[in-house]
């Protein structure tokens, strides 16, 4: 089965920087089965989106609004990244919830915005590390799920991929063992399934994945693929994990 490979670049390159990173990736490319998201800032999300087109690649935002325009000095509306050529949206990261205090009900209201503009939606949960230790985190996740997802309608779980993430382990090298990060993933599987009867989403893991582990976690069964954070600027390491997936 083919994987999703999503990289969020998160507040890096330039717009000339991403033009040149994807002048090296089209390079390097070949017919992926994969498929392939790239999340640049939102400076970059046009011109990443026309030198990529033609390509197989698809290009997503890392956050948006809940409203399509108004007085929202500084925000952007998931009409404005769909017109930019956005076919996806990363929300509910465990940074915009740490940094700016997202719930999980305007992570909702987003998420209702974002699919009604014909976007994809990479819905991102994970537990703390104190909530880890305290194996608390499967309640944390099936709570956070059932609080964002609470007016998403069934039939509109086929636009959204799940993205476990474990906080502890983003940007921190301390990478869940693969047998961990299946555990998890089978269990939001399993809730999806059993509370909203939708038996195909898609679960990705992200938190320090890079080319050293990815083909053990993409063995995993219940692992569809990767959200991929700092390891994703380098293109060169960036094609290891794509590869990973590729020979699986």
Same mark, same amino acid.
């Given at each position: 089965?083919?994987?999703?490979?999503?990289?969020? =670049?998160?507040?890096?390159?330039?717009?000339?920087?991403?033009?040149?990173?994807?002048?090296?990736?089209?390079?390097?490319?070949?017919?992926?089965?994969?498929?392939?998201? =790239?999340?640049?800032? =939102? #400076?970059?999300?046009? %011109?990443?989106?026309?030198?990529?087109?033609? +390509? &197989?690649?698809?290009?997503?935002?890392?956050?948006?609004?809940?409203? /399509?325009?108004?007085?929202?000095?500084?925000?952007?509306?998931?009409?404005?990244?769909?017109?930019?050529?956005?076919?996806?949206?990363?929300?509910?990261?465990?940074?915009?919830?740490?940094?700016? $205090?997202?719930?999980?009900?305007?992570?909702?209201?987003?998420?209702?915005?974002?699919? @009604?503009? /014909?976007?994809?939606?990479?819905? %991102?949960?994970?537990?703390?590390?104190?909530?880890?230790?305290?194996?608390?985190?499967? +309640?944390?996740?099936?709570?956070?799920?059932?609080? #964002?997802?609470? /007016?998403?309608?069934?039939?509109?779980?086929?636009?959204?991929?799940?993205?476990?993430?474990?906080?502890? @382990?983003?940007? &921190?090298?301390?990478?869940?063992?693969?047998?961990?990060?299946?555990?998890? %993933?089978?269990?939001?599987?399993?809730?999806?399934?059993?509370?909203?009867?939708?038996?195909?989403?898609?679960?990705?893991?992200?938190? +320090?994945?890079?080319?050293?582990?990815?083909? $053990?976690?993409?063995?995993?069964?219940?692992? $569809?693929? @990767?959200?991929?954070?700092?390891?994703?600027?380098?293109?060169?390491?960036?094609?290891?994990?794509?590869? @990973?997936?590729?020979?699986?």
């Amino acid at each position: 089965m083919s994987k999703i490979i999503a990289a969020n =670049f998160k507040m890096n390159q330039t717009p000339s920087e991403t033009i040149k990173y994807a002048s090296e990736f089209l390079n390097k490319k070949q017919n992926f089965k994969s498929k392939v998201i =790239f999340c640049p800032p =939102f #400076t970059s999300i046009y %011109c990443m989106a026309e030198k990529l087109k033609g +390509s &197989t690649a698809k290009i997503g935002g890392q956050n948006c609004h809940f409203k /399509n325009s108004g007085a929202f000095t500084g925000e952007i509306s998931p009409k404005m990244l769909k017109n930019s050529g956005a076919d996806y949206v990363i929300l509910g990261h465990s940074e915009r919830k740490t940094y700016f $205090d997202e719930s999980n009900e305007l992570i909702g209201e987003k998420i209702k915005a974002a699919l @009604a503009n /014909n976007l994809h939606i990479i819905f %991102c949960v994970g537990e703390n590390e104190n909530e880890r230790m305290q194996n608390i985190q499967n +309640s944390v996740i099936i709570n956070q799920i059932k609080n #964002t997802l609470k /007016n998403i309608e069934k039939n509109e779980l086929k636009n959204i991929i799940i993205a476990y993430e474990p906080i502890w @382990a983003i940007g &921190t090298g301390k990478a869940i063992s693969p047998e961990q990060a299946e555990e998890m %993933c089978k269990m939001i599987k399993d809730f999806i399934n059993k509370n909203y009867n939708h038996g195909q989403i898609k679960v990705l893991y992200g938190g +320090s994945v890079k080319s050293g582990n990815a083909k $053990d976690l993409f063995k995993m069964p219940n692992i $569809d693929g @990767a959200l991929v954070g700092g390891a994703s600027l380098d293109v060169e390491e960036f094609m290891k994990i794509i590869n @990973a997936a590729e020979n699986i």
